[in-house]
């Protein structure tokens, strides 16, 4: 599932293809968005920046016109040579923006929106957002303040997947980061010193960026999808059980992680 380093990766793909040049190409070969004109709208334009906050990406055209996008569980972003065999069907592609040497495609993608720049400021699904996790201006300051703002009595797991809290982690940096800070992602986020609290972001702040870096086999996996195997730290049984409100599986050592 795609997760703050991933998004952080496929910018990093995106941005020496596009950032500073304008798509000799765009095409939108979903009924559903045609409607809306983007290759009209958006010829002619360079591509001012290549951001990515937390899951979503932002493509930022000349003018103040953006493109926003979020995977969820389904999407991807495919940068490619021209002409070179694509990763998924030409069929579940949305978005494609060619430059001479290469292209940029974006698949199966349930968010993908052309947004007016003060609309990025005041959505509040984005102005919302916490402190992106990789980001380099993250704050502990700011990512502490919004843990207290919310409600002690959650499991400090359940406050890591708020996107309010802090933005970027999902399931796999959950478990791993609770994990390597020894804390069971059960316990009440009133009961987590601050302490705690950042070494947990530590720890997903450092591996994130290495992943977002170098791609997702740089990802650890000491508890993740490892439920009834011995733990790598004190040879407990791991196990798993449903959190949050979509009841995703979270993963964790009842022998060393309190
Ligand atoms: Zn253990």
Redesign the pocket.
Known sequence: MPEGDTIHHAANRIRPVLAGREPSEILTPQPRHRPGRWPERLGGRVVESVDAHGKHLFLRFAGGLTLHSHLRMTGSWGVYAAGARWRRSPRRAWLILRCEDAEVVQFDGPVLELLSEDRVRVDPRLAGLGPDVIGPDFEEPLFLRRLREGDPTRPIGDALLDQRTLAGIGNLWKAESCFAAGVDPWRRTGEVPDAEALAIVAFAREQMAVSARDGFTARPRAVYRRGGEP??????Q?RRRGQWEDNRLTFW?P???R
Request: with cysteine; hydrophobic share 10%; aromatic share 0%.
């Open positions: 733990c790598p730290r004190c040879g407990t791991i050592c022998g060393c992680q």
